[in-house]
């Protein structure tokens, strides 16, 4: 039942609802203390405020934030941004009521009354920007209280993880299309830092974006130096790391690995050489990994070694390297991952490690990773049926248990369905748990099936694109830009990568 059918209630007097200013230039320096717009923010401000849509692409660091929290101080109604970690919301709707524009956040880990407090301070008006996860339109109730809300400004920040052919797809990012839809279409921004042409357009389709209202940015990083490195082996590798940090002595790094047995590993023998390094992976303890990441941000720790778990979000300025320890699955995850360096515009570096042997594991997972329906209703089916709570389990008894009859179930695709359904919100798993989160029957996984094959294949292409990245012989930034459809203002060459200094020698 909604809460609102059966209290009227009618806002009054004056509310958030209205707009806070008419004039942009005045609101950035109202609410934000800025005298200037980053090159782009007037644009997208000035697009939506003329009623149309956006699809925004600028690199992280830029202020997207800034484009739809002022152009939603502009607009009438409330500003529903949908952001995909409690942490990230948490920050800028901190950095918001500092800044006097009234903020809140709705999400899964305040309490029913917290949420419907806040759904009903929206209703009367007392907040101009509201940051949802996307989770929270899986709630029929949440969704009905909405309706109620009048909704100016309709803003998906991550836009990418609405796409499976972006590099972080987010199941849950695939209901807004349906969300959008039953708000009336509202007026709409999505923002990403990377997205390919395809990635564009999937996200444009989905949110009724049209190609002409995509505003792509300058996602060249002058300050950061590209370069990769063929390495031997492990050795060498680790030795290219501990040269590199030895070049930035007591500064922040990042090192990615692929794997989380990798982060243990690399870990450690960086810890022999005398690195002060710690590692960080999704699989770990919430408190643990709070701890790493909190030591790293503050200075503490130099080196940190992680998946790809680590870093939405994390807004550490001052990374003066990141290293990749493999080849990432795509140029998208890269140049992602890389970009965490420098954001605070000083020289930086980006280092990827590449050695062929590494590219087997990739193409294992692309063989590997999508498991057929069946496997995946197999499993679930028998997880359902062990009952609530966390249950113990290793993928060859978690198979051995729940393959049918003369059916064929290897570990590897035990496995695979967990990562599915874990990525779908039906289960949390790892550290050798796995616990279901709420029972539905098999046809209503949230799991698109009949994707699988293309996304196959799709992995396979965006391996052999950062595969021909680091192969290349031309500018390494350029190289990069050229994926994302994007024309550096440097032309062929950036002058401060690996590649332009060799062809300048
Ligand atoms: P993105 O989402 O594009 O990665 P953010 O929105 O998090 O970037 O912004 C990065 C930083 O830039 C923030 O600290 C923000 O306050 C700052 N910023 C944004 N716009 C401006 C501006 N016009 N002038 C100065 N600083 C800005
Ligand atoms: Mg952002």
């Known amino acids: 039942m909604s809460i609102l059918q059966n209290n009227v209630l009618e806002p009054m007097g004056p509310t958030a609802l209205a707009p806070f200013f008419d004039d942009p230039e005045e609101g950035l320096e109202k609410i934000f203390g800025f005298s200037s717009f980053r090159p782009g923010q007037r644009e997208v401000i000035d697009q939506i405020a003329s009623g149309r849509n956006a699809l925004v692409v600028m690199p992280t660091g830029s202020g997207k934030s800034l484009c739809y929290q002022l152009a939603g101080a502009l607009t009438q109604g409330v500003t529903l941004v949908v952001s995909p970690l409690i942490a990230l919301m948490k920050d800028q709707v901190d950095g918001l009521r500092a800044t006097g524009l009234p903020a809140t956040a709705i999400h899964s880990s305040m309490s029913r009354d917290e949420q419907r407090r806040r759904i009903e301070g929206m209703y009367l008006g007392d907040y101009k920007v509201v940051y949802v996860a996307p989770e929270r339109f899986q709630s029929a109730a949440f969704c009905r209280a909405l309706e109620d809300v009048e909704i100016g400004l309709f803003a998906v920040d991550e836009a990418h993880c609405i796409s499976q052919?972006?590099?972080?797809?987010?199941?849950?990012?695939?209901?807004?299309?349906?969300?959008?839809?039953?708000?009336?279409?509202?007026?709409?921004?999505?923002?990403t830092a990377t997205a390919t042409e395809r990635v564009r357009r999937d996200i444009g389709e989905q949110l009724g974006i049209g190609e002409d209202e995509e505003i792509l940015g300058p996602l060249e990083r002058r300050n950061l130096y590209f370069d990769v490195f063929f390495a031997g082996g492990k050795d060498d590798k680790l030795r290219r790391i501990k040269a590199l940090v030895e070049d930035y002595a007591g500064e922040s790094i990042i090192v990615y690995v692929a794997t989380r047995k990798q982060v243990a590993q690399v870990t450690s023998k960086l810890a022999t050489m005398g690195v002060n390094a710690e590692g960080y992976h999704g699989g770990m303890p919430g408190k643990?990994?709070?701890q790493i990441q909190e030591s790293w941000m503050s200075g503490q720790t130099d080196v940190l070694v992680a998946t790809n778990a680590f870093g939405m979000g994390v807004d550490k300025p001052d990374v003066r390297a990141v290293v990749h320890y493999n080849i990432p699955g795509s140029v998208e995850a890269y140049y992602q991952e890389a970009g965490r360096a420098g954001r605070d515009g000083e020289p930086a570096r980006c280092l990827l490690l590449f050695n062929r042997s590494d590219l087997r594991v990739h193409h294992w997972f692309a063989e590997n990773a999508?498991?057929?329906?069946?496997?995946?209703?197999?499993?679930?089916?028998?997880?359902?049926?062990?009952?609530?709570?966390?249950?113990?389990?290793?993928?060859?008894e978690l198979a051995r248990a729940a393959r049918g009859p003369g059916q064929k179930l290897p570990p590897r695709m035990a496995e695979a369905s967990l990562r599915h359904l874990a990525r779908a919100g039906h289960i949390r798993y790892g550290g050798g748990s796995v616990e279901v989160l709420h029972e539905v029957g098999p046809l209503e996984l949230n799991i698109d099936f009949s994707a699988f094959a293309d996304l196959s294949i799709t992995a396979k292409e965006q391996l052999g694109q950062i595969v021909t990245y680091a192969n290349t012989q031309r500018c390494y930034q350029a190289t990069l830009l050229d994926h994302f459809d994007s024309s550096p203002s440097f032309g062929a060459r950036c002058g401060n990568c690996g590649r332009c200094r060799e062809l300048r020698a």
């Open 288 to 290: 643990g990994r709070r």
């Open 370 to 396: 999508f498991p057929l329906r069946m496997q995946v209703i197999r499993i679930w089916l028998h997880l359902c049926s062990l009952g609530p709570g966390p249950h113990e389990y290793t993928p060859k």
């Open 165 to 191: 052919w972006g590099h972080d797809f987010r199941p849950a990012y695939r209901r807004l299309a349906a969300v959008r839809e039953r708000f009336g279409d509202p007026q709409t921004v999505a923002l």
